[in-house]
């Protein structure tokens, strides 16, 4: 039997849709500052989707292009000068940062109110504890999408591969919260074969093209590769070798079309919370 392939690049555009109807009717356009330090090629390309995601759903945005030499000081001046314009609800800066920045400082710096990434330690543990002010942009868009195709982490048991902060970690909270049964395997973890094949719902966040393959993957799972890697032919594909673990999960994302588009419509739907939150505060 073929999985069903969750179509992440149209409930994206659906996300968006509704994000820029209620966009519409706010008092001012909600407002996203991007800061890029660096000429790292995927971030460039990251960046300059979130633009035009901002443009779709009708947003006000700004985009700084730092030199990779640039000063930690001057970075966190930008971070200030932005935590207080009240035409900017969301700041984002593209991480990885260029070696000598010190990333730490920089995401303390930012507003926790405009933390539309979630990195803030106030937000990560505001997730923790389960009162999240924003979703992490990559997991909160693979609950929307179990959601959409009625998926419930509720005594299933959920497997995660890779403890990134960006992916892993909060991916395993989000499951938790929803009830599912979770386990966070990564490079130290012994018997990860054999934990990836007992889970119902199997999310792999590690980067390396080839990784899942079907014996590691129980008949009828949910897979969820969350990778964006370049294989040998410098095509975009994710951790899953799609093809054969196609024929035995019950459903399966693609790359690209699959989680991608949803953490690009989750920065817009969190932008848009944020805006929210400014403009019943000022
Ligand atoms: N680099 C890779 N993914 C992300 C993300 O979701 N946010 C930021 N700021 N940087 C990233």
Avoid: W
């Amino acid at each position: 039997m073929s999985a069903i392939r969750i179509d992440g690049k149209g409930l994206a555009a659906r996300l968006k849709a509704q994000v820029r109807a209620e966009a519409e009717s706010m008092r001012r356009k909600p407002g996203l500052a991007v800061i890029l330090v660096g000429e790292d090629p995927a971030s460039r390309v990251y960046v300059t989707s979130k633009r035009r995601d901002c443009e779709e759903c009708g947003f006000y945005s700004e985009e700084y292009a730092l030199p990779a030499a640039s000063a930690q000081k001057e970075l966190l001046d930008l971070v200030a000068k932005l935590n207080g314009r009240e035409d900017i609800d969301g700041i984002l800066v593209q991480l990885p940062l260029p070696r000598g920045l010190d990333e730490r400082e920089v995401l303390l710096a930012i507003d926790p109110g405009k933390d539309v990434d979630c990195f803030h330690p106030y937000n990560v543990g505001q997730l923790t504890i389960g009162t999240p002010v924003f979703q992490p942009c990559t997991p909160g868009g693979v609950m929307e999408m179990l959601r959409e195709y009625g998926i419930d982490p509720a005594e299933k048991r959920c497997v995660v591969l890779g403890r990134s902060n960006i992916v892993g970690k909060p991916m395993a909270l989000l499951l938790l919260h929803a009830n599912g049964t979770v386990a966070v395997c990564h490079s130290k973890t012994p018997d990860l074969e054999e934990l990836a094949a007992s889970a119902d719902i199997l999310v792999s966040a590690v980067g390396r093209t080839g990784l899942v393959t079907a014996d590691m993957v129980k008949e009828g799972a949910v897979v969820i590769d969350v990778a964006m890697n370049r294989n040998m032919e410098g095509k975009l594909c994710g951790d899953v070798c799609f093809e054969e673990v196609s024929q035995k999960a019950s459903y399966i994302t693609p790359v690209p079309g699959g989680v991608g588009p949803m953490t690009r419509a989750m920065l817009m739907k969190n932008t848009l919370a944020a805006a929210k939150l400014h403009q019943r505060i000022r």
